[in-house]
């Protein structure tokens, strides 16, 4: 029983050493592959297109009502203070610095992330991947490139609107509905709101666009690799749950170590 437990620690360990030097090579050959030609603008073009635009209204809601219940919220508790005039910093800065990148990267995550994980598999496990290698075509300037670069535009974009729409949704649960001082919301936006917080803001963005398409897209093409994920539509499916979930607590943890490395 001892034997098997040390054996088990040991047959992990070296997966998980093996599985992060595949990924770390993984990630330099996709970065490589932006200098290869020809390069496919094309495909850059659709893949801005599936990743940004078609995630518009995803993130419009989502912004619009995360703004709100934060004018909401807001509003009542700093009401108990008589703070209600900075409502408006507290509403921008919880989105800028905050909200806006982390609900964004797990909303695009949930949307796109999944989508490329599984187009990924689902060409590995029917072989179109190998058949490339075959025919001397550079899978990673082929198909994962254009990912890359598309979900580093579109990412920060998305994250841009999601603040904008945020901000405007605080604007009308404190100010249209609540009676708030509309001049108060926005002077006190201006006063609190610095360079350092959108810069904070704009580097959470692209840090956590490269997180997503890195294990999405990762998982997807080592899909044969990875341990208990089965065969077939099967293995298709775990292996987005897995990058879903892993996207997901990757961009919480990194939200963590930005924050802490940056203020």
């Known amino acids: 029983m001892l034997y098997q437990s040390i ?19 993984y ?19 659709r893949q801005i297109h599936l990743i940004g635009a078609n995630s518009l209204v ?6 619009s009502f995360t703004g709100m219940v934060l004018g909401l919220q807001g509003y009542y508790t700093l009401s108990k203070f008589g703070a209600e005039g900075v409502l408006g910093s507290a509403v921008a800065l919880s989105l800028i610095r905050e909200l806006g990148p982390v609900l ?6 949930g949307r796109a992330g999944s989508a490329m994980c599984a187009e990924l598999g689902i060409m590995r496990n029917s072989e179109q991947i190998d058949a490339l290698e075959c025919m001397a075509v550079d899978p990673f300037r082929y198909l994962i490139t254009p990912k890359f670069l598309a979900t580093l535009i579109a990412v920060p974009m998305l994250t841009l ?4 729409v945020g901000i405007y949704g605080g604007y009308v649960a404190g100010v249209v509905l609540l009676d708030g001082n509309p001049g108060a919301y926005f002077v006190s936006m201006q006063n ?31 899909l044969h690799k990875i341990r208990n994920a089965g065969f077939g539509a099967e293995a298709v499916s775990r292996v987005t749950t897995q990058a879903v979930v892993m996207s997901s607590i990757t961009v919480l943890v990194w939200d963590y170590l930005l924050t802490a490395m940056l203020l």
Not at 8 to 22: E, H, K, M, P, Q
Not at 200 to 212: M, P, T
């Open 7 to 25: 054996e088990y620690l040991g047959n992990s360990a070296l997966y998980y050493t093996r599985d992060f030097g595949r990924m770390g090579s």
């Open 27 to 45: 990630l330099f050959l996709s970065i490589l592959g932006i200098f290869k030609r020809p390069f496919r603008y094309n495909e850059l073009l």
């Open 58 to 63: 995803v993130i419009f809601f989502t912004g």
């Open 104 to 109: 964004t990267a797990l909303m695009i995550t």
């Open 161 to 164: 609107i999601f603040n904008v």
């Open 192 to 222: 609190s709101v610095g360079n350092e917080d959108i810069n904070l803001g704009i580097i959470k963005s692209f840090v956590f666009a490269l997180l997503i398409v890195w294990i999405c897209t990762g998982r997807g093409y080592f």
